[in-house]
């Protein structure tokens, strides 16, 4: 709550950690697990992602914003000390939560950050595209786990995909927006 009046954050995003696709990629599919590189001239949170032979991160590969980039996480995090603990734990879930009780943020629904950079390129074969949002979307159900009342999420779908509903079964009740109060 803040200034007498509750919040809702439609469009808080996550930090997924580098081993979420490892432990929640489907075993056929396990070769197509992202892989991150972090390069001594990029912010951390911003890393070389490599899905096969494709390589995502434009901010990261181009010096001049490598460089931008690495000056932004600097100054949020002399801006705002939680960052950095929440940059320690890994962005886990009780490190947003608390993230949301420092800004006074009651309900959030969750997006991925590294999730959606994943499935955003049309060069993915659909079978794996699919099988990363399921992935995702199996991490986030646990993620949001932490404090369902508090945290929703945004399902995540390849474009071949019709918005998920095999992985939306799997997430129960967190799935349903309709049931925050």
Same mark, same amino acid.
């Given at each position: 709550m803040k200034n007498g009046f509750k919040v809702l954050d439609s469009d808080l995003h996550t930090m997924e950690p580098d081993g979420l696709w490892e432990k929640y990629l489907e075993a056929p599919f396990q070769k197509f697990a992202p892989q991150f590189t972090r390069r001594t001239e990029n912010a951390s949170n911003q890393p070389?992602? +490599?899905i096969g032979g494709i390589e995502i991160g434009e901010m990261s590969r181009r010096p001049q914003t490598a460089v931008v980039g690495k000056d932004l996480q600097r100054r949020a995090f002399? +801006?705002?000390?939680h960052y950095e603990v929440a940059?320690?734990?890994?962005?886990?879930?009780?490190?947003?939560?608390a993230a949301m009780d420092i800004e006074g943020i009651d309900v959030a629904v969750i997006y991925g950050t590294r999730g959606r950079q994943v499935l955003m390129h049309d060069d993915l074969e659909p079978e794996v595209a699919a099988a990363l949002a399921r992935a995702h979307n199996n991490w986030t159900r646990d993620f949001c786990a932490h404090d369902p009342r508090r945290l929703g999420s945004s399902l995540r779908r390849s474009r071949f995909t019709t918005w998920g509903w095999p992985s939306r079964r799997r997430g129960g009740p967190y799935a349903s927006w309709a049931r925050w109060r």
């Open positions: 070389v992602i +490599r002399a +801006r705002h000390p940059h320690a734990r890994g962005y886990d879930a009780e490190s947003h939560v």
